[in-house]
């Protein structure tokens, strides 16, 4: 996926965040939904689909991030995108929410092969939804000059995704050079690691804990898995607001989006503590105040 999302950037850049996004929804959806499939097969081929399959789900996912960005670019003003963001971010731990004890219970009635047949058959219904609602801040059929005008004085790129006459030009190779050279964005990077470390901790790691460390059903450990979750969504939510917030005071972008990152990574130092306590739901909530961050 992050090999993937440099060329990501490129096709973001000629066809639009709209297609794009809605190719790299339905794709991953596709090869989600195969993974269920599976289960159909034994010894070195199980493993190797399953292998391709994981990979070619990273794959289509990388023009994700990008263009989530893009389109918050395009359509909130500057102070406004730390709540934007935070939304988008946010979203992953309440899906986790929803769908931890939804994939728990299919498990445990079902087998696990249907917890990949539903989520690969949702994702593939949701990207026609995409399709459907998702528009550019000029061509939204109900947006009207004013509010055009508006998010332009605040920075707002309304004309990032707008078809142009010509050939468009994506970006050069020497451009990621100067991107890992940036040391403002060295520091974003730092951040992003530490912040998806602990995210791809909870969705991957987590589950698997409960059942084996913890002696909790699948089917418990589904919805014990979600309490992280839901702390996550809310502090990520809160974490825009509050960065928002700070740049309308201060006009420091720098302190406006470094201030919630640094103490949110020191607020998820309490995990540590999930060591020394029995109580099933304390650990949920210990985890849970990792994700607040």
Request: aromatic share 16%; glycine share 10%; proline share 3%.
């Amino acid at each position: 996926m992050l090999l993937a999302s440099f060329r990501a950037v490129g096709y973001l850049t000629v066809f639009g965040s709209k297609q794009v996004y809605f190719w790299s929804i339905f794709t991953w959806s596709v090869f989600t939904l195969l993974q269920g499939a599976v289960g159909m097969l034994s010894g070195m081929w199980a493993l190797v689909l399953l292998f391709s399959l994981r990979f070619l789900v990273g794959l289509a996912e990388a023009p994700s991030f990008p263009g989530n960005s893009r389109i918050v670019a395009a359509w909130f003003p500057a102070q406004e995108r730390g709540t934007a963001v935070a939304v988008f971010n946010s979203a992953q731990y309440f899906a986790t929410v929803i769908f931890a004890p939804i994939m728990g219970w299919l498990t445990h009635t079902l087998g696990w092969q249907f917890v990949f047949y539903f989520m690969g058959g949702f994702g593939i219904i949701v990207s026609f939804i995409w399709l459907k609602v998702i528009h550019n801040p000029k061509d939204h059929p109900s947006i009207n000059q004013g509010e055009i005008d508006h998010i332009e004085r605040g920075g707002a790129l309304t004309n990032m995704d707008q078809t142009q006459s010509g050939k468009k030009e994506g970006p050069k190779f020497h451009y990621i050079k100067q991107l890992l050279s940036s040391r403002m964005l060295i520091g974003i990077y730092l951040g992003q690691y530490c912040i998806n470390a602990l995210t791809y901790f909870f969705i991957t790691w987590f589950p698997v804990y409960l059942v084996q460390a913890r002696g909790m059903s699948i089917l418990k450990a589904g919805f014990v898995a979600s309490v992280p979750a839901l702390c996550g969504f809310a502090g990520g939510i809160l974490g825009g607001i509050i960065s928002d917030y700070l740049m309308k005071k201060t006009g420091s972008i720098t302190f406006a989006r470094k201030t919630p990152i640094v103490l949110g990574m020191m607020l998820s130092i309490s995990m540590i503590f999930c060591n020394y306590v029995e109580s099933e739901m304390l650990v949920g909530w210990l985890y849970g105040s990792g994700l607040l961050r």
